[in-house]
Nanobody, 114 residues
Framework: VQLQASGGGLAQAGGSLRLSCVAS????????MNWYRQGPGKQRDMVAR???????SYADSVKGRFTISRDNAKNTVLLQMNSLKPEDTAVYYC?????????WGQGTLVTVSS
């Protein structure tokens, strides 16, 4: 299983970014897929999750601003991030589990300036 995350960069507060996670070795529509983030000096926390059935859930800190979705044709998971805040600055990781194993993408850095 390989997860390739991209789409990070520099954004101003109030701006938007869209992260992509291209998966190989699994079919994203049959697995729960997650986005985590790790800010400077902080632990890695889950930001958003989409189940195999398509149900989405979010951390309280991003509810109403972030949207997780899938593009099944491209075997990709997306994270649309709107109304960005400086506290959203972090490395964002794509994650899934298969056969009790945890798989992580390489991370993509999001920096939000005030």
């Amino acid at each position: 299983v390989q997860l390739q995350a991209s789409g990070g960069g520099l954004a101003q507060a109030g701006g938007s970014l869209r992260l992509s996670c291209v998966a190989s070795g699994i079919i994203v529509s049959t697995h729960a897929m997650n986005w985590y983030r790790q800010g400077p000096g902080k632990q890695r926390d889950m930001v958003a999750r989409i189940t195999s059935g398509g149900s989405a859930s979010y951390a309280d800190s991003v509810k109403g601003r972030f949207t997780i979705s899938r593009d099944n044709a491209k075997n990709t998971v997306l994270l649309q991030m709107n109304s960005l805040k400086p506290e959203d600055t972090a490395v964002y990781y794509c994650n899934t589990q298969q056969d009790s194993l945890n798989y992580w993408g390489q991370g993509t850095l999001v920096t939000v300036s005030s």
